[in-house]
């Protein structure tokens, strides 16, 4: 995809408030979204996130009661909900857990990984338990940013969401059990005809950076 390409794509979303119910998206699509996702970068690549895909209708209705008021349209009209979770428990077994899988998949010996392993280890215990939390989540958030490039590029809509009572979120999803909590959601579908949000031109703000030397 070419960047002109890839700014049109950005151009044609939007955060879309009513998706056509009739419509799934189809399997291979939503695999190359996930990824995307997948392959979204985070610091120290330790990837401290997961993502949920549900596209069972039943499943997805469990969770309105627990979605603020406005977001429900989304969530009674989607295609599939994607929900991105952290761990509330990061620490030693997080680093140790993940230089496993790391080692195993190169084919070299765990030992060889100490150095990073120490550094890692010094990196979040440097972090307060609650900011070990929020430091997830700004990963978790920019896979999300992946996550809603990437449906743009494969012309799916998408709709983030943060409207979500998030301890709801985690009971229904028996979250807790795992250590884990609910950071941010996204709706994806294919909007609706009638959607209004459609016809609302998009604004930003000017950007104020130039090249530096012009
Ligand atoms: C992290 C995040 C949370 C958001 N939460 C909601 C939400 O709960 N409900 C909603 O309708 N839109 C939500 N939005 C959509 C924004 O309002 C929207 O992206 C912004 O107004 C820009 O409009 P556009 O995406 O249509 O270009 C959220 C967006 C982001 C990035």
């Not at 977001?71 to 857990?97: F, I, M, W, Y």
């Given at each position: ?36 996702t ?11 996130y997961r993502l949920m895909l ?28 994607a929900v991105l979770t952290v ?49 997830a989540r700004?990963q978790a958030f920019?896979a999300l940013?992946?996550l ?12 983030p ?19 884990m909590?609910t950071a941010v959601l996204v ?28």
């Amino acid at each position: 995809m070419s960047a002109k390409d890839f700014l049109e794509a950005l151009r044609w979303r939007y955060a879309t408030k009513l998706f056509d119910a009739t419509r799934p998206i189809p399997a291979d699509v939503l695999a190359q979204i996930v990824e995307a996702t997948r392959l979204s970068p985070s610091s120290v690549n330790l990837q401290p996130y997961r993502l949920m895909l549900l596209t069972e209708r039943d499943r997805i209705d469990a969770l309105i009661p627990a979605t603020w008021l406005p977001n429900r349209p989304k969530l009674q009209s989607c295609a599939a909900l994607a929900v991105l979770t952290v761990p509330t428990d990061l620490g030693d077994h997080t680093v140790e857990a993940f230089l496993d899988q790391v080692a195993a998949h190169k084919g070299i010996p765990r030992e060889s990984l100490a150095e990073v392993e120490a550094k890692a280890k010094g990196f979040l215990m440097a972090m307060t338990p609650e900011a070990r939390i929020e430091w997830a989540r700004r990963q978790a958030f920019l896979a999300l940013g992946t996550l809603l490039s990437a449906c743009a590029a494969a012309r799916v809509d998408s709709c983030p969401m943060e409207g979500f009572v998030a301890e709801n979120y985690d009971r229904a999803l028996g979250l807790p059990e795992q250590r884990m909590t609910t950071a941010v959601l996204v709706a994806l579908g294919y909007r609706d005809a009638d959607d209004p949000a459609a016809a609302i031109p998009k604004y930003r703000r000017t950007i104020t950076a130039e090249p530096s030397g012009s």
